[in-house]
């Protein structure tokens, strides 16, 4: 064990989450060359194989299993560390990731977010917007914009808002197309919408809301609905913050195609005291109370 060095279970960690080196030393910003050093130092240390080297990646042997869980309970107890000894503004420099969905992430947060990076130059905010769930305990986001409450894990969750979605068509289109006074109408009409076994969230399933339609365009990102329906290809289930913005669009049938969702704000328990965590998590959360017009418009 003199040759164990702690550090190496920080390169140990990432590859066991990343399940491959490339990726891995990307999420450290380190080279291929040193996290394989560093992994193979520790193996080499404890004297025995942490993974199972195969074409698609690696995978944790059963003795890389138990050391995962030492590490993350180790990776805890240094964040507990920090939060509670580190200088206030040390502790506001370093990155800051968030996980949000593409719309959220793109429409909302993107051009709202170099606020807060002017009151804090050494803040670094890494902005990953796309369709899919972010796992906190695997640290691919150090804070995660959900459409839904967590039901289990150490994971400390706030509702930032509800927000309701409508159907939405441009102007070219419904002025090229029969008119639509009711929901019998909508028959024959064109629908963009999501590709069926890539929605990422139960919640992201509504074209029952809308009636007996078959979307003919399908995406898994709705940047891309969006852009598809400015553009005049069909009717689109959209979020009202978004369609609104954009200036060709028209709203349809809004009395009679209504839904609401909730976006929840989640952070890990392990990171939420340290305060360039805190202090991002509350920047969002202030800019949807001061936009909540956006959200549920009247």
């Excluded at 992994?39 to 074409?55: C, G, H, K, N, Q």
């Excluded at 968030?98 to 993107?110: K, R």
Aim: with cysteine.
């Amino acid at each position: 064990m003199s040759d164990f060095n702690w550090n190496d279970l920080r390169y140990f960690l990432a590859v066991a989450r990343a399940g491959t080196l490339t990726t891995a030393a990307q999420r450290l910003r380190a080279d291929h060359t040193t996290v394989s050093r560093r992994v193979s130092a520790l193996e080499e240390a404890l004297r025995v194989t942490l993974f199972e080297r195969r074409p698609s990646g690696l995978t944790l042997t059963a003795q890389g299993e138990r050391l995962k869980q030492t590490a993350e309970a180790m990776e805890s107890a240094a964040f507990l560390a920090q939060s509670m000894v580190a200088d206030g503004d040390l502790s506001l420099s370093g990155a800051v990731r968030i996980g949000a969905p593409d719309g959220f992430g793109s429409c909302f947060l993107a051009p709202r977010i170099g606020a807060l990076c002017q009151r804090h130059p050494d803040l670094e905010v890494q902005l990953v917007a796309m369709p899919r769930v972010f796992s906190l305990s695997k640290r691919e986001a150090d804070i995660a914009i959900s459409l839904s409450c967590p039901q289990e894990g150490r994971l400390y969750a706030r509702k930032l808002t509800d927000y309701r979605l409508g159907l939405y068509a441009s102007a070219g289109y419904l002025e090229s197309h029969p008119a639509i006074a009711d929901r019998a109408d909508l028959a024959g009409h064109s629908f963009i919408s999501y590709i069926d076994d890539l929605i990422f969230a139960p919640e992201l399933d509504y074209v029952q809301a809308i009636g007996d339609i078959a979307p003919r365009i399908k995406s898994s990102s709705l940047v891309a609905q969006v852009n598809a329906t400015v553009a005049g290809a069909g009717l689109c289930m959209l979020p009202a913050f978004i369609a609104r913005a954009e200036a060709s669009l028209r709203p349809v049938l809004p009395e009679q195609v209504s839904i609401t969702r909730s976006f929840w704000l989640i952070v890990h328990e392990d990171m939420r005291s340290l305060a360039r965590i805190a202090m991002t998590a509350d920047f969002i959360a202030d800019a949807v109370r001061r936009e909540q017009g956006l959200f549920l418009p009247h």
